[in-house]
Each structure stands twice: as C-alpha cells, then as structure tokens.
C-alpha cells in the first residue's frame, strides 16, 4: 500500500489503515477553513497531507489565541474521540493543502475497539496538549520577537518547505499582538539576513540565524514532530523544496 503522506496514518497497521481509507475522501484544505468549530462536535475527522492549521481559542471580545499547530503528522478532533467534551479550540487551516476526511464514527468505533489506534491516537492527544501548554506559557513569558521567529521555524517544519504564505494580520492574530509590533520586528530579521518578506509571502533564508532569535519553546515543541518532518540539522529545508500554493 503506498503512503497517504500523512505520517499518522501511514505508521498505522495495513488492516487499520486499509479500514480507514476504504471511506477516507480526499479533501482540499482552503485558508481560513474551519475544520472543527469550537462547541461543537465534528461529524469527520481530517488526516492532513499537507498544509498547516492552527488550533485556537476564541475570546467574547472578540480576541483569538492560537494554542495548537497541526501538520502532516497530525489529525484534527483527535480528542473529540475520546469523550463527548465539545469544550475544545477551534481548528483553523491557515496555510492551504490536501487532506484526507474521515467520518468520526467511524474512527471513533477504532477507538474504542482497537488497541493499538487508540495508543495511537492517545499519544496525539498526549502531544498536543503538552505542545498546547507550552505555547500557552510562551504567549505570556516571552517576548515577540522570539515568538515570531519560533512560529515561522515551526510553520516550516509542518508544511515542510521554508516558503510559508501569510499576512501580518495573521501573524499578528496568531501571536495576539498588534499588527504595528509584527511590521517592528520583520524590519530588523530582514536587515539581518533572516527572512525576506514580500506581498502575502514569508521566506526563512538562514534558519540557523531565525534559532538563534527565537524563544527556548521551538526546540521543546519540535522534539514532539516525527522525525522525517524535521529539517536537517543547521541546513533547513532547501530553499527549492516545495512551497505550499496559496489558495
């Protein structure tokens, strides 16, 4: 069976993965698709393949803070299987790719009949949350100008190219900081050498340079990413690896 490039699925037994592609759609991840909404159960789970989404919580003033960031090594509702809690963040795509959606009752019976996914689907859930609790620690302690540079390496990591499609707007959401503090600190990253920085476009041009400015929580979060998803050491992802088309 060739792989689906999703690295959690694909690291499934042949009989869990075949059950699970005999109904499995192949779907397109556009901007800004809300793939589980906060509040509410999802009636299908997504494999990704590609692209990037960002688990967020959302405030009654209107205010938003990302606490999650999925890739090809992920799935979304991962812990909407475990109980009937729809109290969970928000699933957003925010750089655009492919997909496999699942029917979640179908994976939900998996879970609750198969060992060896619900290990597997434990450990997500177990990562994610660490992740979610370290992010939620680095929104407050450190600074933003770590912060951003930590988002970009990690952003990188998941879609797996050093090209990442973005505004500031974006950034500046997803950071909760103001859209004037994201324009201060992509100045002097650009001056150094860092990035480049073009209309919707965000390039990492030196990566060991963007580590070095970028708070201690990128090296805790990316320990939890399979392995083939991270860029070789210093180096990064070649500046001709695919980028991921906006949509």
Not at 32 to 37: G, P
Not at 169 to 189: D, H
Request: proline content about 6%.
């Amino acid at each position: 069976m060739l792989p689906t490039g999703n690295y959690l699925l694909d690291s499934l037994s042949l009989p869990l993965r075949s059950a699970i592609l005999a109904v499995a759609r192949p779907c397109e991840l556009e901007l800004k698709t809300i793939l589980v909404r906060a509040g509410k159960a999802p009636t299908s789970l997504v494999f990704l393949t590609s692209g990037m989404a960002s688990l967020v919580v959302s405030m009654i003033d209107g205010g938003a803070s990302e606490v999650g960031m999925l890739g090809r090594d992920d799935m979304t509702g991962s812990s909407t299987l475990i109980g009937p809690d729809v109290n969970h963040p928000q699933c957003i795509v925010q750089i655009p790719g492919q997909g496999l959606q699942v029917p979640r009752q179908l994976l939900y019976n998996l879970f609750t009949t198969s060992l060896e996914f619900q290990n597997k689907i434990l450990e997500v859930v177990q990562r994610q949350l660490n992740i979610s609790a370290q992010l939620s620690a680095c929104n407050l302690r450190h600074e933003a100008e770590g912060r951003f540079a930590r988002w970009l390496l990690t952003a990188s990591d998941l879609i797996e190219s050093p090209t990442l499609i973005m505004t500031q707007e974006f950034l500046s959401e997803m950071l909760g900081t103001r859209r004037t503090t994201i324009s201060a600190i992509v100045q002097p990253l650009r001056a150094q050498g860092l990035i480049s920085v073009t209309r919707g476009t965000v390039r990492i041009l030196d990566r060991p340079g963007l580590k070095a400015a970028a708070c201690e929580c990128y090296e805790i979060c990316r320990r939890s990413m399979h392995p083939e998803m991270l860029p070789a050491a210093n180096t990064g992802w070649s500046l001709n690896h695919r980028a991921i088309p906006a949509a």
